[in-house]
Nanobody, 116 residues
Framework: VQLVESGGGLVQPGGSLRLSCAAS????????MSWYRQASGLERELVAA????????NYADSVKGRFTISRDNAKNTVSLQMNSLKPEDTAVYYC??????????WGQGTQVTVSS
């Protein structure tokens, strides 16, 4: 099982980034997928989640209207489009795939830094 994030980097406030997560080794279309983030010194928090079919999604209040989660079950990928980035969005972003408590996978994370 692998979840490999990409797309992180350094961006100025107000800018955009698109994170991607490539999944392999499990039946992607059956899993709820989500993005979490962890800023230095803080706990990991849910950013956005999307249902297995892509029909439902939910977001942390702090990113509503700025971030969009999407998935492509044909390509086994989940993405996070991040617009109007703020310095407080700086964190390591993690991809998670969850089917049940026993089938719960995490990626290694990608750093997003929002700074001028």
């Amino acid at each position: 099982v692998q979840l490999v994030e990409s797309g992180g980097g350094l961006v100025q406030p107000g800018g955009s980034l698109r994170l991607s997560c490539a999944a392999s080794g499990f039946t992607f279309s059956r899993y709820e997928m989500s993005w979490y983030r962890q800023a230095s010194g803080l706990e990991r928090e849910l950013v956005a989640a999307i249902s297995s079919t892509g029909g439902n999604s939910n977001y942390a209040d702090s990113v509503k209207g700025r971030f969009t989660i999407s998935r492509d079950n044909a390509k086994n990928t989940v993405s996070l489009q991040m617009n109007s980035l703020k310095p407080e969005d700086t964190a390591v972003y993690y991809c998670r795939g969850r089917y049940s408590r026993a089938y719960d996978y995490w990626g290694q994370g990608t750093q997003v830094t929002v700074s001028s």
